[in-house]
Every structure is written in structure tokens, then in C-alpha cells.
């Protein structure tokens, strides 16, 4: 996958990549009402059992984007989807909280925009004392 809009977590000794898509940005709209609230729920959680629900939700949702991407462009190669219950059963809870960077940084990449500026005007002149 494209490795600059995503990042990597290991689960029960795979490797999976974490990408935010329209797709993606869609469900998690659906599931809380935009991109803009999620960090809001998860953290402001009162249900600890939802909280844990809720990031492995997003782990899911995340990291099946690559995954259906990669069954798009080689039909004949389809990998299998990850579970809810499969990130639940092969991850504990501290590796949810070191996923959270993970998860972060895959959705700022998928939000960035790539801004090019012009250079500096000053830096076209040069010292014309020196030579």
C-alpha cells in the first residue's frame, strides 16, 4: 500500500496497515456523526467496555481498507477480512493504548493536505558582497 497515507500495527503476530479512506471516513461519520467526534468519544468514553469496543471497531475498519484494496486490485489473490472479535481475541489492552499512535497518525495522513509553497523571495538573492 501506499506508504505515506498509512501506518503499521502488528496483531497476534501479522502485520497490518492502518489507511483512512472515503470509505472508511464515511462509516466512521455514520458511527459518530463525523471525522470531527471521534476523538471526542473514544476518549470521553463513561463505558470502558464501549471504549474498548469502539477502538477495536477502528482498528477493524482501518486496517480492512488496505486489505480491500488489495482484493480490488488482485482479485485473484483475496485476503481475508479482520474480525472485530479477531482484534478483541489477538490484542490486549495495553496494545490497544500503543496502537493509539498508530491509529492517529493513519488518519493524519489520510486528512493531510499537501500544501507546496513557493520559495522564500529572499532566497533567490545572492550575497553580493562575497563574490
Known amino acids: 500500500m501506499e506508504h505515506e497515507r498509512s501506518a503499521q500495527i502488528n496483531i497476534g503476530g501479522a502485520e497490518h496497515e492502518l489507511i483512512l479512506t472515503t470509505r472508511a471516513t464515511k462509516e ?7 471525522m470531527e467526534n471521534l476523538g471526542e468519544k473514544l476518549m470521553n468514553s463513561e463505558n470502558f467496555e464501549a471504549a474498548l469496543e469502539e ?10 481498507q488496505s486489505i480491500l484494496i488489495h482484493n480490488l486490485t488482485n482479485p485473484n ?3 481475508e477480512l479482520l474480525t472485530v472479535e ?3 481475541l489477538l490484542t490486549s489492552p495495553l496494545e490497544l493504548a500503543t496502537y493509539k499512535e498508530a491509529l492517529t497518525e493513519a488518519m493524519l495522513k489520510g486528512t493531510a493536505r499537501n500544501v507546496a509553497s513557493a ?3 529572499g532566497a533567490a538573492i545572492k550575497n553580493r558582497r562575497g563574490g
Open 77 to 79: 489473490e483475496k485476503r
Open 28 to 34: 466512521i461519520a455514520a458511527k459518530f456523526g463525523g
Open 119 to 121: 520559495p522564500a523571495q
Open 55 to 64: 477502538i477495536c471497531w477502528l482498528i477493524a475498519l482501518l486496517a480492512n
Open 86 to 88: 479477531a482484534v478483541e
